[in-house]
């Protein structure tokens, strides 16, 4: 079955480490998402790649960093310069629509939650 | 520009009672809407969809939301609350093209009480 893989579920940084969240997907889809997600504000994007070896910054980019070298995959690095990391991440893809018009639908991984240790 | 409102961050209601649940948009080009659910730890999953096709779309587990233009609304609703439904939703709307960014609205608790 099509989906989006992340991993690890949990994952737990030493302070002034670098951290790589993995994103997969094999829904053959252009565009991917990474989004953090913290109690009482809802989803806020990171970054964004709609076709391989391309990525824009969302609104909160600072002290992250991706890669999108294949289409399949969307690794999301949290730097040492992230002050407050601790939060669920979730990555989505969507298919690369052409329509003005007309949205596609995300589809989302399971997330991970990282923690500050 | 574009921006979704959910208009409560919780609502609680009696299993077997009806649900609503409120969103409201705002957006330069005619829109496309989701909801989403989110259990806890999980990821998000479409309840349904609007794409300018019929403006009362239904979705998995008996949810169904109505498009309302002259309201800029899209409520989701239910006929009878079960004790799973108990979780956050999110109102999304999308602007198609090329780039296809998708705003949030801020979630909303659903409990279902006994």
């Known amino acids: 079955d099509g989906g989006i893989t992340q991993s690890p579920k949990y994952l737990f940084r030493k302070e002034g480490q670098n951290v790589t969240l993995s994103c997969e997907q094999n829904l053959n889809h252009d565009a991917m998402y990474w989004y953090r997600q913290d109690p009482g504000q809802g989803l806020r994007l990171i970054y964004y790649s709609q076709i391989v070896n391309d990525f824009q910054k969302g609104d909160i980019a600072e002290g992250y960093s991706v890669s999108r070298e294949k289409k399949e995959s969307f690794p999301l690095t949290v730097t040492s310069a992230q002050k407050n990391p601790t939060a669920f991440y979730l990555c989505a893809s969507t298919k690369r629509n052409t329509l003005r018009s007309e949205g596609t639908e995300a589809f989302f991984g399971q997330g991970t939650r990282l923690t500050v240790v | 520009a574009q921006s979704v409102t959910q208009l409560d961050s919780h609502v609680s209601v009696s299993e077997g009672t009806p649900v609503l649940l409120r969103c409201n948009y705002s957006s330069s080009y005619s829109p496309s809407l989701f909801w989403y659910v989110q259990h806890p730890n999980k990821g998000l999953q479409l309840l349904l969809k609007?794409?300018?096709?019929?403006?009362l779309v239904k979705g998995i587990n008996g949810f169904e939301a109505e498009f309302k233009k002259s309201e800029t609304s899209f409520h989701l609703t239910k006929p009878s609350a079960h004790m799973s439904d108990a979780a956050e939703y999110f109102c999304v709307g999308s602007i198609g093209g090329g780039g296809n960014k998708l705003t949030f609205g801020t979630g909303t608790q659903l409990k279902v009480e006994l």
């Open positions: 609007y794409t300018s096709a019929a403006t």
